[in-house]
């Protein structure tokens, strides 16, 4: 069975630019996770996804970010204007219609230079 | 807010010396407490979910156990291979499916 794959595996990008991760969950998982690392920190969570719906954005840092599950399968997260406190890494994660555990993917590494 | 809490955050070891990781939380309603292990430039990988007070899980050299306060992770005989940071996470009853994660213990075992 496949894991939770993330795109790209790394970025580096100059503040003011555009960024877009993508998710790919593991088959049949209806919830999708994005979370966040900075530097020094623990891991936060940024929203929840049921299928195409937005179950829990509470986590979302400001408008700048957006993300997307289209269709209910993969998920997108875009970030627009990149500023430089956005770095770190973002973890992608899925779990089955029960909820739990939740399994993640290998991030994005994001610098803003 | 709930939080969580893991010491030491590094810990040295030699092959064999057994030791114990501990996580401490505070939540309103406890749903579940979750251990993952994460190698460096990896993602966490899913190890134990614990939902109540007195129930313990083992794989291998681990054993995960839970109170009402705390949880520890128990690394019986460690061998190189469970270097690793190993991460502690809650999930509390109104707080939907998100999970708040300590920082991590860093274990690093010498052989």
């Known amino acids: 069975e496949a894991g939770v794959t993330q795109f790209p595996s790394h970025s580096v990008i100059e503040k003011g630019q555009t960024v877009t991760l993508r998710c790919d969950p593991i088959?049949?998982?209806?919830?999708l996770y994005w979370y966040r690392r900075v530097m020094g920190k623990e891991i936060k969570f940024l929203l929840h996804?049921?299928?195409?719906?937005?179950?829990?954005e509470s986590g979302m840092p400001n408008n700048r970010f957006l993300a997307e599950r289209t269709g209910g399968t993969y998920s997108t997260l875009k970030v627009q204007p990149a500023e430089l406190e956005d770095s770190g890494v973002y973890f992608c994660?899925?779990?089955?219609?029960?909820?739990?555990?939740?399994?993640f993917g290998d991030g994005t590494r994001l610098s803003i230079l | 807010e709930d939080q969580v809490t893991q010491s030491p955050e590094a810990l040295r070891l030699q092959e064999g010396e057994s030791s114990s990781l501990n996580c401490s939380y505070t939540?309103?309603?406890?749903?579940?407490l979750f251990w993952y292990r994460q190698d460096p430039g990896k993602g966490p990988e899913f190890l134990f979910t614990?939902?109540?007070a007195g129930e313990e899980k083992e794989k291998e050299r681990l054993k995960a156990t839970l109170t009402k306060k705390e949880s520890f992770l128990h690394i019986t005989a460690p061998k190189p291979e469970d270097s690793a940071t190993y991460l502690c996470?809650?999930?509390?009853?109104?707080?939907?499916?998100?999970?708040?994660f300590g920082k991590g213990n860093q274990v690093v075992v010498i052989p």
């Open positions: 994660a899925s779990s089955p219609p029960g909820g739990q555990p939740q399994h």
């Open positions: 088959s049949g998982h209806d919830n």
């Open positions: 996804f049921v299928k195409e719906s937005k179950q829990d």
């Open positions: 939540v309103s309603g406890l749903r579940g």
């Open positions: 614990l939902y109540s």
């Open positions: 996470a809650v999930l509390a009853y109104y707080g939907n499916n998100r999970l708040a």
